[in-house]
């Protein structure tokens, strides 16, 4: 096996592509657009610089993994720094929080509250530190092939330790009582698509993971992973086609035998597949006999994550900003959870998150300007589709007042000078997610492990999947994971 074809430039691609291409494969990595990243894509205009999707970095050594596979220096490709406070969160009738991964500020801002709460807020770390062990090396670290792979005595005493059947919310409620810390506990579940009042309890890892691991800011935005990651990739000999939509992956006898690109077939040993998993099973394995059981109706009844709208928005004022990074809480959570989630409307009172990256790097703005990036979560498309341009403006005009009322930004929109939206329509046409979904299939317990989509696919030889669909999930870390197991899969075939 030597030549490999990678679908699709997202961070999963492109971290699949650079490990092949180390390996000592040639490696031809296709991108449907002008430039790479997927969702992890970047808006450069009049002089102001935004990234599209993801904001927060966590878990930097898994970042700093793929370069240092490669022989190469992290710190050359995505320069970081660790930031503090990480977080603020705002609450309508209360007092908002500061959160810091500094034990000390952390334990004086517990122990205001209550040392009640505070004795119980560090219980829940340790009971989730020893879970996320556990689902680590269990689950997240290594692929399933077979229905043993995941049906054996060891895998389900892990399991179980996981204590995986209550929700997240409930699960935090058990340790604290105050309802911000429970909200803060929580509501990052939305990081990856899920309801926190659903969400299995094991995704509360997250809040987790940005405590004691740290949250850190990239120079020049998450872009830079994008671009570092390219750029490694060409250093080692690896062939990049952007501007290059796949029609077709090609199947003979059971195996992958290369893709269709400008209706001409181009043969490869093996292909990874790193777009959207429900999104190829339908448009890039036309014939439903070679996709075995994800069907049309299978991909159809499968639960999707919510979506986003997304404003960057250039200002020509300097704000006064606490925190790189802040959240706001409807007054209401559950009711904009279940907008969200069950309801499928735009939610009357969103929840929303406002990440300020100019007041780290002045060289995302114009001098004395602001890059301001403004994320409401909202239902995916099957839920709620009439993204007309009248919606979006008065949507755009809603959440502006209310970040106008909310917020330090008191007079936003008299400063607006660039303004640029995204629905979940342009993550479909643009990135290629299925109904707008922005983080995938949705992470229940019935879509995950190995009832996720595997990272060997299982119906035809040679072909292997990663992303935010597939096995362990989404997140940059995890999609970057997915990477990491695609490859392992590829290898041991090979091997």
């Not at 935005?221 to 250093?235: H, N, R």
């Not at 007309?388 to 607006?416: A, C, G, P, S, W």
């Amino acid at each position: 096996m030597k030549n490999v074809i990678v679908i699709g430039a997202g961070v999963a691609g492109l971290s699949a592509a650079v490990r092949l291409q180390k390996l000592g494969y040639q490696v031809h990595l296709y991108e449907k657009e002008r430039q790479v990243g997927g969702k992890m894509n970047q808006i450069k205009q009049e002089g102001f610089t935004f990234d599209v999707g993801p904001t927060i970095v966590m878990m930097p050594d898994i970042y700093r993994e793929v370069f240092e596979f490669c022989d190469r220096d992290p710190d050359d490709y995505i320069p970081m720094e660790k930031i503090d406070p990480m977080l603020k969160l705002y609450f309508s009738d209360d007092e908002p929080l500061l959160f810091s991964s500094d034990l000390v500020k952390l334990t004086k801002m517990l122990e205001e509250i209550s040392e009640e709460d505070a004795q119980g807020y560090f219980a829940f770390l340790a009971d989730i530190y020893k879970r996320y062990l556990v689902a680590k090396e269990a689950f997240i670290m290594r692929s399933f092939r077979s229905f043993w792979d995941f049906y054996n005595p060891k895998s389900l005493l892990n399991g179980l330790k996981l204590k995986t059947f209550g929700d997240a919310y409930s699960s935090i409620s058990k340790f604290v009582k105050d309802d911000r810390l429970r909200k803060s506990l929580a509501f990052q579940t939305l990081y990856i698509g899920i309801s926190p009042y659903q969400g299995p309890s094991l995704y509360t890892i997250i809040p987790m993971i940005e405590l004691l691991y740290g949250v850190y800011f990239m120079k020049g935005g998450m872009y830079t992973l994008a671009q570092g990651l390219e750029k490694v990739f060409k250093e080692l000999g690896g062939e990049l086609h952007c501007n290059a939509e796949i029609q077709e992956i090609v199947f003979k006898d059971k195996r992958a035998i290369g893709i269709r690109l400008d209706h001409q077939l181009i043969e490869a040993d093996a292909i990874v597949c790193g777009a959207d998993f429900p999104y190829a099973m339908k448009e890039l394995v036309p014939n439903e006999a070679d996709r075995g059981k994800y069907t049309d109706k299978k991909i159809d009844q499968m639960e999707y994550s919510c979506s986003c709208f997304l404003m960057y928005l250039g200002l020509d004022k300097k704000y006064e900003v606490d925190a790189l990074h802040s959240i706001y809480f409807a007054k209401d959570f559950k009711k904009n959870i279940s907008d969200i989630f069950d309801d499928g409307r735009l939610p009357e009172d969103p929840s929303y998150y406002l990440y300020v990256p100019s007041l780290l790097d002045p060289s995302l703005a114009r001098e004395d300007h602001e890059a301001l990036y403004v994320l409401v979560p909202v239902p995916e498309l099957s839920k709620f589709s009439n993204w007309n341009e009248q919606t979006i403006q008065q949507y755009r005009n809603y959440v502006i007042q209310k970040i106008q009322k909310e917020t330090n930004f008191t007079d936003l929109k008299e400063h607006i000078v660039f303004e640029e939206h995204y629905t979940p329509v342009d993550f479909a046409e643009k990135f290629n997610a299925y109904r707008g979904a922005t983080f995938g299939l949705k992470p229940t317990l019935r879509q995950s492990n190995y009832y996720r989509p595997h990272n060997k696919f299982d119906d035809a030889e040679g072909l292997y999947f990663c992303g935010s669909s597939t096995h362990p999930g989404a997140g940059v870390p995890i999609v970057m994971q997915s990477a990491k197991l695609a490859v392992e899969e590829l290898l041991r075939d090979d091997q």
